[in-house]
């Protein structure tokens, strides 16, 4: 029996996320691509997470720094929260998730609220935010740190505020 994938799901990886990475089958809803960009993470699979950004959105010439945070930390699990929208008959729609990994030995946990729209009728990431109860004021973890340090903020202070 092989293990459930890395997104949580019970299905195998190659059933699941492994699918939509191939191109086998789409992402059917938001929730879908949340999913297989979380696995996508897991396994550094760089192409994939930059093909699923919005083309408005899509973060130019940070290939290398997305990729090596992918690989410097050890992803735990994925827990979603909440979805709003995101059908497959949307064009719209939030997922909001707890996305667990270890980073230099410390538990963290990136609760984010996604926002995901169909471009070419696929559905891609455009934003996303932390909710504002928990992390008040703080930048999004690809923006500077708010400390000054000149890194950005997921390589920085995030997760020790």
Same mark, same amino acid.
């Given at each position: 029996?092989s293990?459930?994938?890395y997104?949580?799901?019970s299905?195998?990886?190659?059933?699941?996320?492994?699918?939509?990475?191939?191109?086998?089958?789409?992402?059917?809803?938001?929730?879908?691509?949340?999913r297989?960009?979380?696995?996508?993470?897991?396994?550094?699979?760089?192409?994939?997470i930059?093909?699923?950004?919005?083309?408005?959105?899509?973060?130019?010439?940070q290939?290398?720094?997305?990729?090596d945070?992918?690989?410097?930390?050890?992803?735990?699990?994925? !827990?979603?929260?909440?979805?709003? @929208?995101? #059908?497959?008959?949307? %064009?719209?729609?939030?997922? *909001?998730f707890?996305a667990?990994? $270890?980073?230099?030995?410390?538990?963290?946990?990136?609760? !984010?609220?996604?926002?995901?729209? @169909?471009? #070419?009728?696929?559905? %891609?990431?455009?934003?996303? *935010?932390?909710?504002?109860?928990e $992390?008040?004021?703080?930048?999004?973890?690809?923006?500077?740190?708010?400390?000054?340090?000149? @890194?950005?903020?997921?390589k920085c202070?995030?997760g020790?505020?």
């Amino acid at each position: 029996m092989s293990s459930p994938c890395y997104c949580g799901k019970s299905n195998s990886y190659e059933e699941c996320c492994g699918a939509i990475h191939s191109g086998k089958r789409k992402a059917e809803t938001a929730q879908d691509l949340m999913r297989s960009r979380y696995s996508a993470f897991v396994i550094a699979d760089i192409t994939y997470i930059l093909k699923t950004y919005s083309s408005k959105t899509r973060p130019l010439n940070q290939e290398k720094e997305i990729l090596d945070w992918a690989k410097s930390v050890e992803w735990q699990r994925l !827990e979603v929260i909440n979805t709003n @929208k995101g #059908n497959s008959t949307d %064009v719209n729609g939030h997922v *909001e998730f707890k996305a667990y990994y $270890k980073e230099d030995g410390i538990d963290q946990c990136l609760h !984010e609220n996604s926002f995901f729209e @169909k471009e #070419n009728e696929q559905w %891609v990431y455009v934003s996303g *935010e932390y909710p504002k109860e928990e $992390k008040p004021n703080l930048p999004n973890r690809n923006d500077p740190c708010c400390c000054g340090s000149g @890194k950005k903020f997921k390589k920085c202070c995030f997760g020790k505020i």
